[in-house]
């Protein structure tokens, strides 16, 4: 098994050690909803974080594509939003996107991540978690280049 479909099992078993075990100590790691961290202790944080605040995750890797530096995955994320977000609580969420894996130099089978990147068009996800139209618009907004 590959360090990516590891990562998926690992999220989808809400194993905040497995997934730390598919990084380095200095990864980084870029969230479209909860942004950087870098560092083992703020990847705990950021995961401990995400399973708080949903369950009844599924993250599958649809493909997957790499060489021994990166890989590239197309995944389907689906989860419920618990009480830790009373807002959206109990809304089920399901969005497709694509990550980056940075690997340490090692290889797919064994090594490690230093850098994660994801991007998925993240209205489809707002909306189901139940923003409005205008609100939508603001948090959207931020993510636009300036011109």
Known sequence: MNVVERFAEAFNRRDVEGLLACFTEDATYRDLFYGPHAGRAALRGMFERMFREGRDYRWQMDAIVADARRAAAEWT?????????????????????????????????????????????????????????????????????SA
């Open 77 to 145: 994320f689906s989860y419920t939003v618990t009480a830790a977000v009373p807002r959206s609580e109990g809304r089920r969420v399901r969005f497709s996107g694509m990550s980056i894996f940075d690997l340490d130099g090692g290889d797919l089978e064994g090594g490690k991540v230093r850098a994660y990147r994801e991007y998925a068009d993240t209205g489809v996800a707002l909306l189901q978690l139940g923003f409005a139209p205008e609100g939508l618009a603001k948090v959207l907004a931020r993510h636009l280049p």
